[in-house]
T-cell receptor, first 113, second 113 residues
Framework: AQSVTQLGSHVSVSEGALVLLRCNYS??????LFWYVQYPNQGLQLLLK??????LVKGINGFEAEFKKSETSFHLTKPSAHMSDAAEYFC???????????FGKGTMLLVSP | NAGVTQTPKFQVLKTGQSMTLQCAQD?????MSWYRQDPGMGLRLIHY???????DQGEVPNGYNVSRSTTEDFPLRLLSAAPSQTSVYFC????????????FGPGTRLTVL
């Protein structure tokens, strides 16, 4: 069965600092991978997705993620954090041939001035 | 387009009561799904549908029923509410394939006393 592990339930950064949110997957074949963001009291919004094309994926709001098969990882990064990036971030996985997504437990990003 | 809409926004039930959470989308999406979100647990799939008349169980289906009589609507029924069903419920839809962007509704916060 597929699963994702997000390391760290909370990550704190200063405004302007690098953002790194970690996601590792467990799947017998390279899966499709997604990052979603949830702002307070809202639904989830897709940030970016890996669908077996380019391994470096660029998303909205300056975020990007790199698929590394050897490390079974899909970490999310942003060079410079902004206060508006404070939210909860979810990694999700779906192996090829599946129609459902499995979500990680989420990482809350806190940004301080 | 209104996107994915959910009603009600908030609901309080007593143990044993039944109710239906409504979900509608106006994007002509084939795939719709219901998730529940609990603190520290991420999102867990309850039921999903790949088209009108077709539904299937997700990870946590017990205590919930669904039907899909039209493309637009995908209601979630709680047959006999239990305190363990206190959660935030999200409906989502996407055009078809798992790599299509999935859109989430704003959520329904349910409390069962």
């Amino acid at each position: 069965a597929q699963s994702v592990t997000q390391l760290g339930s909370h990550v704190s950064v200063s405004e302007g600092a690098l953002v790194l949110l970690r996601c590792n997957y467990s799947s017998s074949v390279p899966p499709y991978l997604f990052w979603y963001v949830q702002y307070p009291n809202q639904g989830l919004q897709l940030l970016l997705k890996y669908t077996s094309a380019a391994t470096l994926v660029k998303g909205i709001n300056g975020f990007e993620a790199e698929f590394k098969k050897s490390e079974t990882s899909f970490h999310l990064t942003k060079p410079s954090a902004h206060m508006s990036d404070a939210a909860e971030y979810f990694c999700a996985v779906s192996p090829p041939g599946y129609s459902t997504l499995t979500f990680g437990k989420g990482t809350m990003l806190l940004v301080s001035p | 387009n209104a996107g994915v809409t959910q009603t009600p926004k908030f609901q309080v039930l007593k143990t044993g009561q039944s109710m239906t959470l409504q979900c509608a989308q106006d994007m002509n999406h084939e795939y719709m799904s219901w998730y529940r979100q609990d603190p520290g647990m991420g999102l867990r799939l309850i039921h999903y549908s790949v088209g009108a008349g077709i539904t299937d169980q997700g990870e946590v289906p017990n205590g919930y029923n669904v039907s899909r009589s039209t493309t637009e609507d995908f209601p979630l029924r709680l047959l006999s509410a239990a305190p363990s069903q206190t959660s935030v419920y999200f409906c989502a839809s996407r055009r078809d394939r798992v790599t299509d962007t999935q859109y989430f509704g704003p959520g329904t916060r349910l409390t069962v006393l």
